[in-house]
């Protein structure tokens, strides 16, 4: 029993992560499509290094 658990878990986590990087992703996407007044830089200050 305790190893179908364990399955469970795993797979749940997996599911987790994917979800979590599908979500920032996204906030990025929205972030750098429609920043918010406290994104904004000064002027000739770049994000890219």
């Not at 469970?8 to 007044?37: A, C, Q, W, Y």
């Amino acid at each position: 029993m305790a190893e179908l658990d364990i399955k469970m878990l795993r797979f749940t986590n997996e599911e987790v992560l994917e979800d979590i990087e599908h979500v920032l992703g996204t906030l990025k996407k929205h972030l750098t499509l429609n920043p918010s007044p406290g994104w904004k830089l000064p002027a000739g200050k770049g994000l890219s290094r």
